[in-house]
């Protein structure tokens, strides 16, 4: 069985999105107090939450921020927009034509 996309796993897995509310579009400071994540940790799993960190979140050290990776951003700005106009559905399928 295939793996399946981030864009799938954003879009099906309450961890990724649990992530992303954490993280927010702008960013969380950084290091993250230790209660957002062990709270995260035992809703979904700690594999689980790592597993979404990881594939979501660029570190700042210097900057001391945490922020969604710019193609994660990205799609959730389309799906955001869309959503104004349209269905989640129909963003999903025009980023994976555009991208």
Known sequence: MPTPSLITRIQTDPAYRAVIRLVGYLGIGYPISREDPDRLY??????????????????????????????????????????????????????????
């Open 42 to 99: 035992w809703d979904f799993g700690k594999k689980r939450v790592q597993a979404a960190t990881d594939q979501l979140i660029d570190y700042d050290t210097e900057a001391k921020i945490a922020r969604l990776k710019p193609g994660v951003a990205g799609y959730l700005s389309h799906c955001s927009a869309r959503q104004r106009s349209g269905t989640i559905r129909e963003a999903s399928r025009e980023w994976h034509q555009e991208g």
